[in-house]
């Protein structure tokens, strides 16, 4: 029982252009996402996170958008660098009460 | 400022072993999380600890334990290995429990543990 699916296991860009990595929830209950980034040999960390009282957080060249009608998160990266090419992870919480929940990664990879 | 670290980096045990993971929580922080990841997985929780008491537990077998120290620092211990064990075991810190719910995990490089 899936509850955080990055249903893309990769996404290729060129540099410059946007990437667009996405990411479906199924319990009602999370109401704090996040995304993280992971590269090869290092643990994740954190990128930039939404409440659902919001639909949109930016910071800098990233921004996340959350549908809560449609259960579903989106993180642009824009213009994409080389040094974007990582493994990024969704995660969700029903904040304060319970610890994230990861989905299984996205390896973006910004093509120079 | 020390971040968290973890050690060993790279280890490999045969079925049935026992192996012990440690952690060193980044300054500051009071609470342990461990994480596993199998290849081609995301991080799944393990269990959480916070003033040396195991707080929230994910679905995991009594074959995992852990422990904390005074000092905040952490140990997972994993008995009676299996070849589905074999992953990236992570260590995150936060301040506080709902820190870990927050989005304010750091975490460490991870433990490569391959069983054999």
């Not at chain 1, 993280?36 to 996170?49: D, R, V």
């Not at chain 1, 213009?79 to 992870?89: E, L, R, T």
Request: aromatic residues 12%.
């Amino acid at each position: 029982d899936q509850q955080v699916k990055q249903n893309s296991p990769s996404l290729s860009v060129q540099e410059g252009r946007i990437s667009i990595l996405n990411c479906d929830y199924t319990n009602s209950m999370f109401d704090y996402f996040l995304w993280y980034k992971k590269y090869p040999a290092e643990g994740p960390t954190f990128l930039i996170s939404i409440s659902s009282i919001k639909d949109k957080n930016e910071d800098g060249r990233f921004t996340v958008f959350l549908n809560k009608s449609a259960k579903h998160l989106s993180l642009h990266i824009v213009p994409s660098q080389p040094g974007d090419s990582a493994v990024y992870f969704c995660a969700a919480s029903d904040r304060g009460n319970t610890p994230l929940v990861f989905g299984k990664g996205t390896r973006l990879s910004v093509i120079a | 400022d020390a971040g968290v670290t973890q050690s060993p980096t790279h280890l490999i045990k045969t079925r049935g072993q026992q192996v012990t993971l440690r952690c060193s929580p980044k300054s500051g922080h009071d609470t342990v999380s461990w994480y596993q990841q199998a290849l081609g997985q995301g991080p799944q929780f393990i269990f959480q600890y916070y003033e040396e008491e195991e707080r929230q537990r994910g679905n995991f077998p009594d074959r995992f334990s852990g422990h904390q120290f005074p000092n905040y620092s952490s140990e997972l211990n994993v008995n009676a290995l299996l070849l589905g064990d074999s992953a990236l075991y992570l260590c995150a810190s936060s301040l506080g429990l709902a820190g870990g719910s927050t989005g304010e995990l750091f975490f460490g490089e991870g433990s490569r543990l391959t069983v054999l």
